[in-house]
């Protein structure tokens, strides 16, 4: 493998607006979600609901619970790993983080209905595993290196935030203190990120930045779709808790993070960090 030549490519096209706006065209509009029995076109909303929010396979991880509480407590402590120890847990990290996102990529991209069968989010999965891979390329290059010198305390507002999304309370207006151990962080994309994306901001630019882009860009477009919606029926005078909750409000670390990350790595000059500063 020619690490070199993918490292190129990785650096050239997540510096291009026109990739991403060819990743959205391919995710949204031409990869179509499957239902094996079949929907209309002004279903398709509902058929992409019916798995991201109830029915995705791996949401039984949920109903275990131990897989979760597993998944949740690694979290914390590889998280707590990279802040003691920096670049010597940096490598664990990323193989976790890579794990984590392939399992989200196939696990939350398809589902089984009464309604409409066997269903597979197709450019939701395809997005997602190249978010997927761009971590396992991280696995192999080795950028994040999340060095103390780096750490920026000004970002520390993005901690609530994260702290948030790994909580995600599913019951509108219930703060359940058992999701903070078995709950929807770690199988879902839209919970997990900010909690990924507010590492790499507290240690950019010792990080990844193309990896960072791609990660925060799916976010951004998740985030959009979920905190949007709802506030839009509100404003039309229909107001549903549940949607305002698990569309808005639980989404909100997603937007905000996700949108910090990308403004981020355009504002802030970055250089490669294989040197020491």
């Keep these: ?46 058929v992409i609901k019916e798995v991201v929010a109830y029915k995705a396979i791996i949401y039984k991880l949920v109903d275990l619970a131990w897989p979760s509480a597993l998944i949740h407590l690694l979290t914390l402590a590889l998280i707590a790993a990279v802040a003691v120890w920096g670049e010597k847990a940096a490598k664990a ?51 994040n290196k999340f060095r103390k010198e780096y750490f920026a305390p000004k970002r ?3 901690v609530p935030l994260a702290a948030w999304a790994y909580w995600a309370p599913p019951e509108p207006f219930k703060l359940d203190p058992q999701c903070l151990l078995v709950g929807y962080f770690g199988v879902s994309y839209c919970f997990t990120t900010p909690v990924i994306l507010t590492l790499m901001a507290l240690y950019y630019p010792d990080i990844n930045k193309p990896v960072m882009r791609l990660t925060a860009f799916l976010g951004l477009l998740f985030g959009l779709y979920n905190v949007i919606p709802p506030l839009i029926y509100l404003a039309l005078g229909t107001y549903l808790p549940e949607a305002i ?6 989404h909100l670390p997603l937007l905000i993070t996700s949108l910090y990350a990308l403004t981020l790595t ?3 000059p970055y250089k490669q960090n294989n040197a020491s500063p």
Aim: some cysteine; aromatic content about 20%; glycine content about 10%.
């Design 93 to 143: 990290f990323d193989v976790y983080v890579f794990i984590i996102y392939l399992m989200i990529a196939i696990g939350q991209g398809i589902g089984f209905s009464e309604h409409y069968g066997l269903i597979v989010l197709t450019g939701n999965i395809a997005l997602t595993l190249l978010v997927a891979f761009s971590w396992g390329w991280e696995c192999i290059v080795n950028r």
């Design 1 to 46: 493998m020619n690490t070199e030549h993918i490292s190129q490519a990785m650096d050239y096209f997540t510096g291009k607006r026109w990739f991403y706006a060819l990743l959205y065209i391919i995710g949204f509009m031409v990869l179509l979600p499957y239902a094996s029995k079949g929907y209309s076109w002004h279903e398709m909303w509902d």
């Design 156 to 158: 520390l507002w993005l």
């Design 245 to 250: 909750w698990r569309g808005t409000i639980l």
């Design 266 to 268: 355009i504002k802030t």
